[in-house]
Nanobody, 120 residues
């Protein structure tokens, strides 16, 4: 089992910034990808950004140039720095841990979610 603890959500005005940390603990494996997804009020969920254990990043087109994902491997923590926030970024943000526990087995774990609200 992997436990994920998120924090950092809240209410911010358009153009502002927030940072979302997510700390993983438990059965951590060296081959993993951590990232953030978000779920909109209409329940649509989308990838925001991911980062592999080797440091390769991937971003949704809608956040490229505004959001930055990073990680501190020693602490099994990933950070999502969100700048130039827009009202359409309003969503519940979920941390994700995808680990390769066996050569044939990858497993996903999710955090509880943190609300980000951007006012216009």
């Amino acid at each position: 089992q992997v436990q994920l603890v998120e924090s950092g959500g809240g209410l911010v005005q358009a153009g502002g910034s927030l940072r979302l940390p997510c700390a993983a603990s438990g059965s951590i494996v060296s081959d993993n990808t951590m990232g953030w997804y978000r779920q909109f009020p209409e329940k649509r969920r989308e990838l925001v950004a991911t980062i592999t254990s080797g440091g390769t990043t991937n971003y949704a087109i809608s956040v490229k140039g505004r959001f930055t994902i990073s990680r501190e491997s020693a602490e099994n923590t990933v950070y999502l720095q969100m700048n130039s926030l827009k009202p359409e970024d309003t969503a519940v943000y979920f941390c994700n841990y995808n680990g390769r526990f066996r050569p044939w087995l990858r497993r996903d774990y999710w955090g509880q979610g943190t609300q980000v609200t951007v006012s216009s």
